[in-house]
């Protein structure tokens, strides 16, 4: 198996952005800021990430949410009204802040205290891969590729799909201990450069054509 590869110079550790984080609902330098990065789908698990911040604020005051990405192509934008009309019947619009597409992902990536991507089944999610070179905590579910990707309680966390109750539980573990998320990040970019990087996957690809 030859995986994706990911660019992990553009995509690196950096200070966080404090313009971005601002911009993103951040409202106070204390507050941890988690982000789902992806398009507006049913099958990528926004309802149960709203679900999730709904258990999390009622344990948590001091963190804010933000959920990134545009309308499925072709689709319209009836699940997009779904999600806008779920945030506001869990009264959650002041916690959840939703932007469309955005061209400065590695910038957002390294504002993020912890990144989420709640998919119900990825074949291999390269946002995922941007997280872990950008040294940014992650949490994704056990399903799909995403396991080839995440190695559970060391480059991230792993949850069951499809569930609130278990995305929430998975982002506590991070959410209350700074000390697992610093050991979660270093080890992330770890494996991106041992494993995800282009020169690394790139030479893979050569040695199998020329056998």
Excluded: W
Excluded at 128 to 137: N, R, V
Aim: aromatic share 6%; with cysteine; charged share 25%.
């Amino acid at each position: 198996i030859i995986p994706n590869a990911v660019d992990t110079e553009k995509f690196q550790p950096r200070p966080a952005n404090k313009n971005i984080r601002k911009d993103l609902g951040v409202t106070n330098d204390n507050q941890l800021l988690v982000g789902l990065i992806g398009r507006l789908d049913k099958l990528k698990g926004h309802e149960e990430f709203i679900e999730a911040v709904e258990i999390i604020c009622s344990k948590h005051e001091n963190i804010h949410f933000v959920m990134i990405g545009a309308n499925t192509a072709f689709e319209g934008n009836h699940f997009a009204q779904h999600i806008h009309d779920l945030i506001d019947k869990k009264n959650l619009r002041s916690k959840i802040t939703l932007t469309e597409h955005r061209t400065d992902i590695p910038q957002v990536m390294n504002s993020l205290d912890i990144f989420c991507m709640p998919s119900y089944e990825e074949n291999f999610g390269n946002v995922l891969l941007e997280a872990l070179a950008s040294g940014t905590p992650s949490v994704g579910t056990n399903s799909g590729g995403t396991p080839e990707i995440i190695k559970e309680g060391h480059t991230g966390v792993l949850v069951g799909p499809c569930s609130g109750p278990a995305l929430a539980g998975g982002l506590l573990r991070l959410i209350e201990s700074t000390e697992l998320r610093n050991f979660i990040g270093q080890n992330a970019r770890a494996e991106a450069i041992d494993r995800f990087q282009i020169e690394t996957v790139f030479r893979q690809i050569e040695n199998l054509l020329t056998r």
